[in-house]
């Protein structure tokens, strides 16, 4: 749940980790596939669990219930009788339950489970791209995934595919095989975010990125907005090159920097011996263990802006994970700054493809694009200055 999901103030979001185990080990994951272990939570548990956090959602608020593991569907006798009880209570409020899934273990029999309920759970597949990026991140092919399952039953949805070290120079091929062979995100639309079958597309938290990897997302970034700019290519693009510019003012006000998403607050997160954690990302599987000890230090409904990050251009909308800035700077706080070359460059190229989109289009524009070309006139310099200045720090040696 980031900023952008959040339109309700009294919505709230519960994770339940159902279980340690997986059955792949990606080269990205942020859970330490050593630390993985045989637990699971019990049913008994996950009731007692949820209807606590029934009990925390407002009038008029939403629950989103989030599944995960590990893989959550690899205890699937667990998940089901869970889904099965939640859905037959009387509830206060309205929920919606949101798994996670690698797809690698959905039988015809679970197939079946899934589609006479679908409109009561939603299941996002995780999908790095084609076959080559698949093998390289998580060591399974497409063979083992029925793509069309997921975009037949929930459409909207979408893929995630995430982008690792191995994988960030075929980002291009990646979607030109998902746009193409796949037939995701065909027809374009102009208002930004997720529409039918559309990809989400972002570089993974908590990998060792260096001036190789940029070079070879600039490279792939270029690529990209040709592709999605030439005549005949009618698709809405990965949304690392669809993001809302007009959430960046023209000009910085510390003042409007507000925390990314619902970390320690509207959000909570319970492992499966039903220990509470901010979120998925402070779990004992992805924290050096004296982070854990640190967690209630911190104080998540305070001022959770990095300092450092207050006059930057895209601060408002520069996503940011604080389980991974806890990991990497043992700050949630303070963000990790090796992911800003690149989250630069993203934005760099999102002004670039959206303004000439928008220039070439023979319509009259909204008071929404005409606003994001005035945004892109102001972040525009001062990014080309930011990475001018790296480039000149860390030329190209590929």
């Known amino acids: 749940m980031d900023k952008s999901e959040i339109l309700n103030p009294n919505d709230r979001s519960v994770t339940l980790i159902l279980s340690h185990r997986c059955n792949l080990n990606c080269s990205y994951c942020y859970q330490k596939h050593e630390k993985r272990d045989n637990s699971s939570m019990s049913l008994e548990l996950a009731q007692e669990l949820l209807k606590k956090e029934f009990a925390k959602v407002s009038p008029g608020g939403n629950l989103g219930i989030v599944l995960m593991g590990g893989e959550p569907l690899i205890d699937w006798s667990l998940f089901k009788s869970i889904c099965e009880w939640i859905f037959s209570q009387e509830w206060p409020v309205s929920y919606r339950v949101v798994v996670s899934t690698n797809g690698t273990l959905i039988t015809d029999e679970?197939?079946?489970?899934?589609r006479k309920h679908k409109d009561k759970i939603i299941l996002g597949l995780s999908y790095d791209g084609n076959p080559n990026m698949q093998e390289a991140n998580r060591h399974t092919g497409r063979f083992n995934i029925d793509l069309d399952f997921f975009l037949e039953t929930w459409g909207r949805q979408g893929i995630k595919m995430t982008l690792s070290a191995e994988t960030i120079g075929d980002l291009s091929n990646g979607l030109k095989y998902l746009h193409e062979e796949c037939e995701m995100g065909r027809g374009y639309k102009s208002d930004i975010g997720m529409n039918e079958n559309s990809i989400s597309c972002n570089i993974a938290y908590g990998i060792d990125l260096g001036p190789k990897e940029y070079y070879l997302l600039k490279r792939e970034l270029t690529k990209l907005i040709d592709y999605y700019l030439a005549d005949g290519k009618d698709f809405t693009p990965a949304t690392i090159l669809n993001m809302?510019?007009?959430?960046?003012?023209?000009?910085?006000?510390?003042?409007?920097?507000?925390?990314?998403?619902g970390v320690g607050t509207a959000m909570s997160c319970y492992d499966t011996d039903g220990s509470y954690y901010p979120c998925q990302y402070f779990l004992p599987l992805t924290q050096p263990q004296e982070n854990i000890e640190r967690i209630k230090e911190f104080d998540f409904s305070g001022d959770v802006a990095d300092p450092a990050c207050k006059n930057c251009p895209i601060e408002t909308l520069c996503p940011t994970c604080y389980g991974n800035n806890f990991a990497r700077t043992g700050n949630?706080?303070?963000?990790?700054?090796?992911?800003?070359?690149?989250?630069?460059?993203?934005f760099f190229a999102n002004c670039i493809l959206q303004t000439r989109r928008l220039l070439k289009k023979e319509t009259e524009k909204t008071n929404k694009e005409i606003y994001t070309l005035r945004v892109v006139e102001k972040i525009y310099p001062r990014l080309l200055n930011d990475i001018e200045a790296y480039e000149k720090m860390n030329p190209e040696n590929i």
Do not use: G, Q, T
Request: glycine fraction near 0%; proline fraction near 13%; charged fraction near 25%.
């Open 244 to 261: 809302d510019l007009s959430y960046c003012p023209p000009e910085v006000n510390p003042a409007s920097i507000s925390k990314y998403c």
């Open 332 to 346: 949630p706080f303070v963000r990790d700054k090796s992911l800003c070359p690149f989250f630069k460059l993203i």
């Open 110 to 114: 679970i197939k079946d489970w899934l």
